[in-house]
């Protein structure tokens, strides 16, 4: 079956600018999860999501970041007035349930000039 | 708080075995994992072992645990140009969140 995809692979934006990240979780999966990832580094935990409802966000660095997940199924991440320091690969990952394996996507790459 | 730790190069002979060594500071984890991370590429877990064994055996792979003194290993037997990419251990809390080392990347020499 179809696995984790996000959208867009790439984007590149201006700093101060808005941008929207989706991801589409594999269907029935309840659990999502959103990790960022910067060059060399592993994945560092921002938010996830148990159905509907932000059951944990506090890896979200500030108030610039905003994930949704309205219908339990597709998320958005989103970032407001973007800054050079948030370029990183954003991953998304989902899970049957809270506590079962994770299987990621292919990331988003975010470059802010 | 807790913390991950890895080497971030190996470098190994195609055909010999890799070790890739891991530690952790947390003792309350339940899951430790081992995940794959290939250029444009998802990252992909290849084992995990429960924190109640010590070792694990899937084909090429072994993982030993030693939760004594928090560290972990996993080892590649025969390797190939095509187990290039780079190694990521992980814990998880007694919760759902996985605690991430910086990654080992995997060089294979001719």
């Known amino acids: 079956g179809a696995g984790v995809s996000q959208t867009p692979s790439n984007k590149v934006t201006e700093k101060g600018k808005y941008v929207e990240l989706r991801c589409d979780p594999i269907s029935g999966h309840t659990a999502l999860y959103w990790y960022r990832q910067s060059l060399g580094q592993g994945p560092e935990f921002l938010i996830y999501?148990?159905?509907?409802?932000?059951?944990?966000d506090s890896g979200l660095p500030n108030d610039r970041f905003f994930a949704v997940r309205p219908e339990g199924s597709v998320s958005t991440l989103k970032i407001q007035r973007t800054e050079r320091g948030d370029s990183a690969v954003y991953l998304c990952?989902?899970?049957?349930?809270?506590?079962?394996?994770?299987?990621f996507g292919p990331g988003t790459r975010l470059t802010v000039l | 708080g807790e913390d991950v730790e890895q080497s971030l190069f190996l470098s190994v002979r195609e055909g010999d075995s890799s070790v890739i060594n891991c530690t952790y500071t947390d003792s309350s984890s339940t899951y430790l994992y081992w995940y794959k991370q290939e250029p444009g590429a998802g990252l992909q877990l290849l084992t995990y072992?429960?924190?109640n064994m010590d070792m694990k055996q899937d084909q090429r792979l072994t993982v030993l645990l030693n939760k004594k003194d928090k560290h972990l290993s996993l080892r590649i037997a025969d390797t190939q140009t095509g187990d290039s990419a780079i190694y990521f251990c992980a814990e998880r809390l007694s919760n759902y969140q996985l605690i991430w080392g910086a990654g080992t990347k995997l060089i294979i020499k001719p």
């Open positions: 990952a989902s899970s049957l349930g809270g506590r079962d394996e994770q299987f």
């Open positions: 072992i429960f924190s």
């Open positions: 999501f148990q159905g509907t409802g932000a059951a944990d």
